[in-house]
């Protein structure tokens, strides 16, 4: 099994219709991110959780939410999907300080139509 | 406010040479740390190298080496003997929350 996991792989859905994209990790690592990428832009981050009580906005937060369930899962959410949050969704995490690299999930391809 | 600069949307090398893919970066910390992420077709990313910014020595893994020159915040990435599975989206990134905008590297048989 994958480290990290991140269901669905790849996901159609309309505008307006709320989704979640799960993550959950057998890494044992506090630290827990969701990632937005696009051509052309890299990789942006939505929202960050360093352990189940800590949540923090990323730099591209809005018209997202998320939830650390447990130290395991950390899920996020688009409350109204809207077509330019088409994008490829990566679910990473790492062990405390900066100097741990990440682990990331496989991604979620979203398409909002 | 740290950024991380990738200027080379896409580079090719032809198969057992050497490429090197340029990546520069600004942060006010005087500690941090810089990775290189690879992203193959399969669109995992994984981790290629890691260097400490405290540590003068440049890091190596394998065919992987980078130039890390502090001063002129600068952190490229050289790939030697390039291989066919070395084709891929290479993202430079500062400490956890940084990245660049990636270079496509593609292999020439």
């Known amino acids: 099994d994958a480290d990290v996991t991140q269901t669905p792989r790849n996901r159609i859905t309309k505008t307006g219709k709320r989704i979640m994209l799960e993550c959950s990790q057998t890494k044992g690592h506090d630290r827990m991110y969701w990632y937005r990428q696009d051509p052309g832009l890299g990789l942006r981050l939505i929202y960050y959780s360093f352990d189940v009580k800590d949540i923090n906005k990323g730099e591209i937060s809005d018209g997202y939410s998320v939830s650390r369930q447990a130290q395991a899962k950390f899920s996020l959410s688009l409350e109204s999907a809207i077509p330019n949050q088409t994008a490829l969704y990566f679910c990473?995490?790492?062990?405390?300080?900066?100097?741990?690299?990440?682990?990331f999930g496989s991604g979620t391809r979203l398409t909002v139509v | 406010a740290q950024t991380v600069t990738q200027s080379q949307p896409e580079m090719s090398v032809q198969e057992a040479e050497t490429v090197t893919l340029s990546c520069t970066y600004d942060?006010?910390?005087?500690?941090?740390?810089l990775f290189w992420y690879k992203q193959p077709p399969s669109r995992q990313m994984i981790l290629v190298i890691r260097?400490?910014?405290?540590?003068?020595q440049n890091a190596t893994e394998n065919r992987f080496s980078v130039n890390f020159q502090k001063a002129a915040k600068s952190f490229s990435l050289k790939i030697s003997d390039s291989q066919l599975g070395d084709a891929a989206m290479y993202f430079c990134a500062l400490n956890q929350f940084y990245f660049g905008t990636g270079t496509s590297l593609t292999v020439i048989p």
């Open positions: 990473a995490t790492s062990e405390s300080g900066t100097r741990a690299g990440y682990t």
């Open positions: 260097q400490e910014a405290y540590k003068q």
């Open positions: 942060t006010s910390e005087s500690d941090y740390y």
